[in-house]
Structures are given as C-alpha cells and as structure tokens.
C-alpha cells in the first residue's frame, strides 16, 4: 500500500508523528528564535554573524557524533516507546533552560558572559535529546508497520518534520522572543503528553550487554554496518548530502540579511520555502516509486538539486546587481521585487529535489537489516551525518574566514552535488545487485555478501 493518508488514521503511527511533529516544531521554534535573536540583534558584522550561526551548529551537532551509539543500543534493547517518554520529559527541563536564556538576552542581561552561553547550554542539551529520539523515530517504524507501509510512513515522518520546522519557522521569525520563550516550555509539555499514547515497542532481538564507552561502540557499530553494502551507500549519500545541507543552512541567515538586504522574517520565509519543498518531495518520491525501497531516482533527483542551487546563485547575483538602498527589507518589500519570486521558487526546486533524494535512502536504513538492529543502523547513520554536518560546518566557516563571498559559496553546495548523485547511483547498483538484477559486481565483493 503506497499512499500514505491512512496511516494517520492508526494508533500504531500517528501519536508517534505528533510527536515527533511537536519535536521538530519546538525545536526550530527555539534554534531559529535564538539564531535570528542574535544575528539580527545583538551583533553586526557578516563575519561575527556566520560564525555564531556555524557555531551554532556545531554545538547541536557534537552530541550526535559522540552518543549516536549508545542511544542506537538503548532503542534497540529497550522499550522505544518507554525511551520517547523519558525523552520528552527531559525536553520540559531543557526549554526550561533556554527560555531563561531568551528572557535575558531579551532584557540585555549579561547577553555575552551569561546569556548567550546559556542559549548555548540549552542548544547542546537539545542536541543530546535528539540524539536519543532520531533513531527511534524511523527504527519504530518497521516494527509498528507493515513492510510495504514503511517507505510511506518514513515519507510522512519526513514530511511531517519539515512542515513543523516550517511552523516552528514562521513563528521564530514573528513572535517576541519574550513570547517565544514561553511557548518552547508549552510545547514541550504537550510533546510529553502526547508520546505517552506511543504503543509499545518492546525490543526484538536476545538481550545484549551496552558499550557505554561512546568511542569504542560508535567504531564497532560503524564497522558492523560496513559489510552491508545497501545500507553503507546509504549512509554515505545520507551524510554527504547533509554536509551540503549544513554548509546552505549556514548560509541562509547571513545571506538574506548581507546579500538580499532582507530582514529576519524574510529568512524565515526563506526556510518556510525550503520546508514545505522537502515535504512535498518526501511525499511525491512514495508517489513515484509505489512503496518500494528503492533509489532509483535518487542520482536524477540530486543532480535536479544541484541546477537549482545554481538558479538561487545566479539570481543572487543578479539581485545584488539591483540593489539601490542599504535598508533590510521587510516580506511585502520583498516579494515586491521582480527576482523575490525567482529566490523563493528556486529554494523550494531546491528542498523538493533533496526530499525525493534523501527519503528513501532513510528506509534504506530501517529496511535492510533485521529489525531488531534498525535503531542501531540509524544511530550509525547519524555519527556519519554529524561528523559530515561538522566537516560542512567547518567549511562554511573557513571558506568565510578566506573571504569567500556568501553567494560563491552556494555555487560551491551545487557542485557538491555531483559527488552525492555519484553515491546515489553506487547505492542503486548495489541495490539492483542484492536483487540479483545487476550481472556486474561491485567493488569488495559478491552478491552473497550483501546481506
């Protein structure tokens, strides 16, 4: 069954995407306010600017690379549902911790010695709390689905994600941060009440002794996936692809207010934009490929992505070109200029090409191993993304420190991705070879090997 909507429908699935909606929701309620708070408030310098947004990153990042194992081996030897719970309360206490963070630098309170650092705190803690939630959220699913269920349920997972940030989004860039430091407390709270109607999800294989050393199970884990050749091509896709993604994500702030002149609520639309194109090619890839697993159109979809980054650097060009007033320009001066369309549409060609490439690589990971090792293949997953995210991050701050201009930057994501639809195109035929369609072998083995 290829479509998707009944799934919203069953117990089995949707107070798990509620939830993980609110997640997403609240999390980009907070990260967004504080970004914007502090590039379009406290700061202003272009350089101080993406180093605090890349800094930024780099702080909700760590946590992934280092505790990714550990959180892969509780999902997959405890209850899921059990761990959601657990994890949405810690959410409470975490928001609790960055609202005060929000009403100080609000009030102009100790902004650089105390508050900023406290904004920071509560970043790293996030970090850590979507360590523990993100394998679960795609592991579950095999085990609350059924097979030909669960490319549609990672579809709306991912779906759903993306429109939430977009909320989230919208909200950052127009409440008070006063006011926006009480919802991410509100919205914790209903995140914890709704993940206790998450069904059981006991764990599936023999019980097994947890590697609590973060570097010798992260190793063992990423050495376990290797020998699976679908999912290794997935993981490095995955990664590489996400390593484009944080070096744009940095960028889009200091770029709409250096570049665009536009003020915080035009970056926010921009990331709105850029949401709701992930949603919709989360859902059209399910659409293309009728529930089958498969990355099949992954390279195209890649290369589609990397001629769209191309569209936005060119009309940045031409749009700085056109610039006649040093004022920011608030969404209906914006979208009054003759390119605003061209910006917003080639950032939702963009998200829409990257969601059909990256959502059913996800399925990949929960679909090609035994279930009762899925939340480990998404915790392996998630070192590669980060310590890739960490690499991309480190990219946009050094290419910025060279005095790489903003807009060559972005030309730069869209050669990246050549290299992604290379790895696109090797997990295709690892894939056509597992299923014994491919009569030529790939590098380090035979079919049987696979598996």
Not at 75 to 104: H, N, P, S, T, Y
Not at 210 to 238: C, K, M, Q
Not at 311 to 326: E, M, P
């Amino acid at each position: 069954m290829f479509t998707s909507t009944h799934l919203l429908k069953q117990r089995r699935f949707m107070p798990l995407f509620v939830t993980q909606l609110l997640n997403a929701f609240n999390d980009n309620l907070y990260k967004t306010a504080m970004v914007l708070f502090v590039v379009y408030t406290v700061y202003d310098s272009a350089d101080t600017e993406t180093l605090f947004s890349g800094a930024a990153s780099a702080v909700f990042i760590l946590p992934f690379f280092l505790l990714s194992a550990i959180a892969g081996q509780l999902a997959d030897l405890r209850d899921k549902a059990a761990i959601i719970r657990k994890v949405k309360a810690a959410e409470i206490a975490i928001m609790a911790v960055g609202a005060f963070g929000l009403f100080l630098a609000w009030k102009g309170v100790a902004v650089d010695l105390f508050a900023i650092p406290l904004l920071m705190l509560a970043l790293f803690a996030m970090g850590v709390h979507s360590t523990f939630f993100g394998p679960i959220k795609y592991a579950i699913l095999p085990q609350h689905l059924e097979p030909d269920e669960v490319l549609a349920g990672t579809g709306l997972v991912e779906a759903g994600t993306y429109l939430a940030i977009m909320a989230g989004t919208i909200l950052a860039g127009f409440l008070y941060v006063e006011h926006a430091a009480i919802g991410i407390v509100g919205f914790a709270v209903l995140g914890y009440l709704v993940s206790r109607q998450v069904p059981p999800a006991p764990p599936m294989g023999a019980p097994e002794r947890i590697d609590w050393n973060p570097f010798t199970s992260s190793w063992r884990l990423i050495g376990d996936i290797v020998h699976n050749r679908e999912v290794f091509y997935a993981i490095l896709a995955i990664s590489f692809f996400w390593t484009i993604g944080s070096v744009l994500f940095i960028q889009f702030p200091p770029l709409a207010k250096n570049v665009l002149m536009a003020s915080k609520e035009v970056a926010s639309l921009f990331l709105v934009f850029f949401s709701i194109g992930v949603a919709i090619g989360s859902v059209a890839v399910n659409l293309l490929l009728k529930g089958r697993v498969s990355a099949r159109y992954s390279p195209r979809s890649v290369l589609m992505m990397g001629a769209m980054v191309a569209v936005f650097y060119f009309v940045c060009r031409a749009w700085n070109a056109t610039l006649d007033s040093t004022e920011l320009m608030d969404v209906p001066t914006f979208l009054s200029h003759p390119l605003a369309w061209a910006v917003l549409g080639s950032l939702l060609l963009i998200a829409m090409f990257g969601g059909m490439f990256v959502v059913p690589l996800y399925a990949f990971l929960t679909t090609k191993v035994p279930t009762s090792q899925a939340s480990r293949a998404v915790a392996a997953n998630n070192i590669v993304n980060s310590g890739a995210m960490v690499a991309g991050s480190l990219l946009a701050l050094g290419l910025s420190a060279a005095g790489v201009p903003l807009a060559e930057q972005v030309l730069l994501s869209a050669g990246m991705c050549l290299v992604s639809a290379w790895l696109g195109r090797r997990l295709h035929l690892a894939e056509l070879q597992a299923a014994g369609e491919n009569p030529l072998p790939l590098p380090g083995g035979h079919p049987s090997q696979e598996k």
